[in-house]
T-cell receptor
C-alpha cells in the first residue's frame, strides 16, 4: 500500500485559493489518487479522483505531476464552509484495504 | 436513495456490555468497511468485507467482530465493551477496483461512549 504524507494543518482566509499537497513516493503504476473531505460529526465524502495530469470538477482541481509521486488538491476561493479535514488516499477505494491517514485540517478564517 | 445507513446514532454502554452497530447500504456495493475515529484523529480501519460471506481484519480489529450474510448489511459487534472503544464509528461501502465510480460512501456515524 502506498503511504501518503500530508501537512497536519493549514490556515487560509475567505476568497483565497488553497493548495494541499500529498506525497506518495511509492505509488504503484495502476494506483489512482483520491481526495475526501470530512466536516465535524460527519462521515468523509468524496471530492475528486485522478490518475495523471489535471482533473477538475465543480468543487476542486487535482494536479498530478508526471512522476505521480505527489498530488495537489486545489480549492478555489475558499469560504468558511470549506473548513474541514481533507484526506489523500492512494490505491483506490475498492482495494482490499482502504486506509485513511490523519488528513489535513484546513481552517478558513473570515 | 438512502445510501449508507447506520443505527443507532448515539449509544452509551457500560463496561462489559455488548452491542451491535448496524449498517446497511442500498447501492449494491460489494465492498463494505467499518472505521473508528477517535477525537481529533483520522479514521482507523476495523474490518472490511469484499462480498457476502467474506470478511477480513483491518488495522484495529481487536475487541470487534463482523459478519456479512447479505450484500446490503454489515453489522459490527462489540462483545465486552471497554472505555478504549469510546469513539465514533463509520460504516462505508464502495464498488471494487480503482478509478471512476469506485469512491467510498460513508454513513453518518455512530457515537459510542463506554462508561
Amino acid at each position: 500500500l502506498a503511504k501518503t504524507t500530508q501537512p497536519i494543518s493549514m490556515d487560509s482566509y475567505e476568497g483565497q485559493e488553497v493548495n494541499i499537497t500529498c506525497s506518495h513516493n511509492n505509488i504503484a503504476t495502476n494506483d489512482y489518487i483520491t481526495w475526501y473531505q470530512q466536516f465535524p460529526s460527519q462521515g468523509p465524502r468524496f471530492i475528486i479522483q485522478g490518475y495523471k495530469t489535471k482533473v477538475t470538477n465543480e468543487v476542486a482541481s487535482l494536479f498530478i505531476p508526471a512522476d505521480r509521486k505527489s498530488s495537489t488538491l486545489s480549492l478555489p476561493r475558499v469560504s468558511l464552509s470549506d473548513t474541514a479535514v481533507y484526506y489523500c488516499l492512494v490505491g483506490g477505494t475498492g482495494g482490499f484495504k482502504t486506509i485513511f491517514g490523519a488528513g489535513t485540517r484546513l481552517f478558513v478564517k473570515a | 436513495n438512502a445510501g449508507v445507513t447506520q443505527t443507532p446514532k448515539f449509544r452509551i454502554l457500560k463496561i462489559g456490555q455488548s452491542m451491535t452497530l448496524q449498517c446497511t447500504q442500498d447501492m449494491n456495493h460489494n465492498y463494505m468497511y467499518w472505521y473508528r475515529q477517535d477525537p481529533g484523529m483520522g479514521l482507523k480501519l476495523i474490518y472490511y468485507s469484499v462480498g457476502a460471506g467474506i470478511t477480513d481484519k483491518g488495522e484495529v480489529p481487536n475487541g470487534y467482530n463482523v459478519s456479512r450474510s447479505t450484500t446490503e448489511d454489515f453489522p459490527l459487534r462489540l462483545e465486552l465493551a471497554a472505555p478504549s472503544q469510546t469513539s465514533v464509528y463509520f460504516c462505508a461501502s464502495s464498488l471494487p477496483g480503482q478509478g471512476p465510480n469506485t469512491e467510498a460512501f460513508f454513513g453518518q456515524g455512530t457515537r459510542l461512549t463506554v462508561v
